[in-house]
């Protein structure tokens, strides 16, 4: 089983918020094309989340990165 660790700073308010609200929504979510929570950890200051390895990266990347693609709407349909 392969895996992605998620390692958020400890040093400000919002990197706890943000390590918190991942475990509480994240951790409850199952869907086909969301990447699964399998685990988290704090320990000696760092907060890891543990996610399923997804070999094709983040949507996020493949959308906002440059140079931008476009998706048929064959691919978007496949998204959702």
């Not at 320990?43 to 543990?50: A, E, I, K, T, Y």
């Not at 996020?60 to 048929?72: A, I, S, Y």
Request: proline residues 2%; aromatic residues 10%; positive net charge.
């Amino acid at each position: 089983m392969e895996i992605a660790v998620k390692r958020i700073s400890h040093e400000s308010k919002q990197g706890l918020r943000e390590f918190v609200s991942e475990i509480s929504s994240i951790g409850r979510l199952r869907h086909r094309n969301l990447v699964q929570l399998v685990g988290w950890c704090r320990r000696r200051g760092d907060l890891l989340l543990v996610y399923d390895f997804m070999p094709n990266g983040s949507l996020d990347n493949f959308l906002f990165e440059k140079p931008r693609m476009v998706l048929t709407w064959e691919q978007r349909f496949k998204i959702i």
